[in-house]
């Protein structure tokens, strides 16, 4: 499988710093090509949220230059990876909570990251931040950890009423502010013509699946200078709708 891969942030309309931290990196080594993708959405005021994502996307960015070579000199792993991956979020949470805790602030981030070797990925998941497959139809593959997605699915209130909740904001758990935090881990098969995306909330709050799928459909999508002015038109149309927050996407399209 090759790759073709695109990301871009934005600050938004109102915030002054973004919080939203990001890597994409493609490799090939002997038996494999790989594409890999970090997004972390950083909570906490005065710069703190910033902080949180950063130290979470370096340290998956370093287990990605320095860790995972090692590992797949004898072969990808899938459960050697996982267990590499839910270290990282553990030692990541409390190295952050000890941070807010001496300095008396409270920040945390949102994790969403994907590795695919071959034919196969893996990704881990906390948060709100989200993972999609994008083929014949837009497939959320994360599941949000927030308040109002729980009451969703235990069937408190409905999807539409969760849009403009104004608890929707209210996480679960993340990365460096929850005592315990307990990592989505997704494993799979990518074909060919399929495109993964990653984004932070302020992505999707204002556009419907249907707007996401149009501009996104893999037939669209032909090289990666396509990709990126794909997210920037879907980013701005988030602004021009008064998007709030801090907008990221990153997308990876498999190919033959």
Known sequence: MKFLSAAHTDVGIRKKVNQDAFCLKTAHTGDYNI????????????KMGELASAFTVNAFSNWFEKVLPQNLRSGYNAQQIEQQWRAIVENQSKLIMDYGMEKGVSLGTTLTAILICGTEYIAVHVGDS?????DSQLTQLTEDHSLVAMEVR????????????????????????????????????????????????????????????????????????VMRKSIIDLININKTRGENDNITSILIKCTE
């Not at 989200?130 to 994008?134: A, D, G, K, S, T």
């Not at 013509?193 to 893999?218: N, T, W």
Request: aromatic fraction near 6%.
């Open 154 to 225: 235990q069937g408190k209130i409905t999807p539409e009423m969760a849009k403009t909740d104004r608890r929707r904001n209210v996480l679960l758990q993340c990365v460096g502010a929850s005592e315990t935090v307990e990592p989505q881990i997704l494993t799979g098969q990518v074909q060919s013509d399929q495109v993964y995306m990653l984004c932070s909330d302020g992505f999707r709050h204002k556009l419907a699946p249907e707007e996401i799928f149009g501009v996104f459909a893999p037939e669209v999508l032909n090289n990666e200078r």
């Open 130 to 134: 989200r993972l999609y497959r994008i």
């Open 35 to 46: 594409a890999f993708a970090v997004l972390c959405d950083g909570m906490g005021g005065l």
